[in-house]
């Protein structure tokens, strides 16, 4: 099936779930403290396994009444049929007419999938065969420049998904990245980020990967020509190529080649076509980073890395397809977003890994929550009936520690936190001295990592009474500020360690948790027309920035005003 579906959003807000959460909410008194010293099974009935992944949901602010009503919500919305609508393929991007198949990318090649008459398997594992057969030219050097030397930088030009997935998967597996190969991103149009990506590179040996479905993203094209443009000075300042057309249009078919679907485009450029690597319109930029978007990191980590990646994140579709939902973790984890958002008043959500090699997951997540879930109408065009969205944030720890978490145990604001963690680090260092005091000699600095991931999930929890403070005797009139109040939301997520493979389970369990959310509040999580009119009122604008008097003319009276201001001092 692959039509539209003809039911209507369920307004949550009119269910019996909603209404019973709603007096839950009321009358809830958390207390984390009491509830595990009533109930001292219940870490174990509220931590789950899904795939390689321990997660602990027992410190979150829920009794059994609230879970079961979360629970119940999620069957009245219709969550399982809206699950297996988007894993078949029909059209639930509604305002784009379009399947949602993120899915499909990491589905075995013995599981086929026929959506809109086309082979989607087949179709996937067609051009993942092609990115496979040309990482492996990179990585053996087959792939040469102009002057026959292999290639020994990348640098990935795009934006949004084109640019977030890619750097923040390359981060997280930097360990699996082959010696000799080096990976930089391009995504700000402001020419400082071209510059300085390219300032000390070698052109000769320096390959460009341009990711733009359409081939025509204003910042990602911009920013290919300036790269294009320095390739050409280099080799001719370093007389690899002559300042010909035929040695410019050599240097770009050896230093250039896309992810794009615009063969045409892509052909314009200099490209080769036969060097373009597509995928489809059922996958959203924010869902692409194991599509051909990942190009750039199946070269770095290979495609045997690359394909553990997308087990992976199967591994976790899995999981959210079969589970039942009383342990499914994407729906339970899901379920809680939406009580502490609409429930809770909690306007924002912590991700704090606790994985220095996931330091932009957190800006990942932005991308994939944000622009899915910040919508206010539904996916029949009707306005929304309660607060969607929420804003996500993070730093790795204990960086974090250092910088917010005052806010996080103290503030007046409840901030629900998932807690990331990874038992087994990737580089298992010990203190040979230590500090003679806190840190012993020869201490597992790993685990001292972890023992403040422990700790803070605890101090959040539990939190520490005026009794507790005065028994360590601190002067009367200080008590009250160093009370921790305690009953602070937090998730527990602890994976052996940060393999290719628990990297993909990450990153498919927060896609799911995100469409649990937009189907409570019956919203189309696919599409993004949100970011649509500042694009498009900046090629408005940029006439009248370049000095254009009528364009200027054409401005609000402040933006007016602004342009002239930068004109002036730009002189």
Request: net charge negative.
């Amino acid at each position: 099936m692959t039509s539209v579906p003809a039911r209507l959003p369920v307004d949550a807000t009119t269910t019996t779930a909603w209404g019973s959460l709603t007096e839950l909410s009321k009358n809830l008194q958390p207390d984390l403290r009491g509830w595990f010293a009533k109930d001292p099974a219940r870490a174990g009935r509220m931590s789950h396994q899904a795939a390689d992944l321990h997660v602990d949901l027992s410190k979150n602010l829920l009794d059994d009444e609230v879970l079961a009503s979360l629970l119940a919500l999620a069957e009245e919305v219709g969550l399982a049929e809206r699950r297996d609508a988007m894993f078949a393929g029909e059209h639930i991007n509604v305002t784009e007419d379009r399947a949602v198949l993120h899915t499909a990318l990491r589905r075995p090649s013995d599981e086929p999938l026929t959506v809109d008459g086309q082979d989607v398997t087949a179709d996937v594992q067609d051009e993942l065969a092609k990115v496979y057969a040309f990482a492996e030219k990179v990585r053996s050097g087959e792939w040469t420049g102009v002057t026959g030397e292999p290639v020994r930088t990348i640098v990935n030009i795009g934006i949004g998904g084109s640019d977030l997935g890619p750097v923040m998967a390359y981060e997280a597996l930097e360990p699996y990245v082959q010696d000799g190969l080096e990976v930089r991103f391009v995504s700000n149009i402001d020419p400082t980020d071209v510059a300085q990506k390219t300032a000390d590179l070698d052109p000769t040996t320096t390959l460009f990967i341009v990711a733009s479905k359409t081939f025509g993203t204003l910042e990602t094209l911009t920013n290919a020509r300036l790269a294009r443009d320095w390739l050409w000075r280099s080799l001719v300042a370093a007389g690899a190529i002559e300042d010909s057309e035929e040695g410019r249009a050599d240097a770009v078919a050896k230093h250039f080649v896309a992810v794009s679907t615009a063969l045409d485009k892509v052909e314009a450029f200099g490209i080769d076509p036969e060097n373009a690597f597509g995928f489809w319109d059922w996958v959203g930029g924010r869902y692409s980073v194991d599509s051909a978007i990942g190009t750039s990191l199946a070269v770095a980590i290979g495609p045997d890395a690359f394909a553990e990646l997308l087990a992976g994140f199967h591994a976790m579709d899995e999981h959210f397809r079969t589970e039942p939902f009383e342990s499914n973790v994407p729906v339970l984890m899901g379920l809680l977003n939406v009580w502490y958002v609409n429930f809770r008043d909690a306007h924002t959500h912590a991700v704090l890994p606790y994985a220095q090699q996931l330091h932009r997951f957190p800006a990942y997540l932005q991308q994939l929550t944000m622009e899915s879930n910040g919508k206010s109408v539904r996916w029949d065009g009707t306005p929304v009936t309660s607060d969607t969205g929420e804003v996500f944030w993070g730093e790795p720890g204990t960086n974090g520690q250092h910088a917010f978490y005052q806010l996080i145990h103290q503030g007046t604001r409840v901030i629900p936190a998932d807690f990331i963690a990874v038992a087994n680090p990737a580089y298992p260092l010990t203190d040979a001295v230590g500090d003679g005091g806190a840190v012993a000699a020869g201490a597992d600095v790993h685990g001292l990592f972890l023992a403040n991931f422990f700790a803070q999930t605890k101090a959040l929890a539990f939190g520490k009474t005026a009794d507790e403070v005065r028994a360590e005797g601190v002067a009367e009139d200080l008590v009250s500020a160093k009370v921790f109040s305690g009953n602070r939301p937090t998730t527990s997520i602890l994976a052996p360690a940060l393999t290719p493979s628990v990297l993909g389970q990450l990153v498919a369990l927060y896609e799911h948790i995100t469409f649990v959310q937009g189907v409570v509040w019956g919203i189309d999580s696919f599409d993004q027309w949100g970011v649509e009119l500042g694009k498009k009122l900046a090629l408005e604008i940029a006439p009248a920035v370049a000095g254009d008097e009528a364009a200027l003319r054409a401005q609000d009276p402040s933006t007016a005003a602004l342009i002239a201001k930068y004109r002036e001092l730009r002189g």
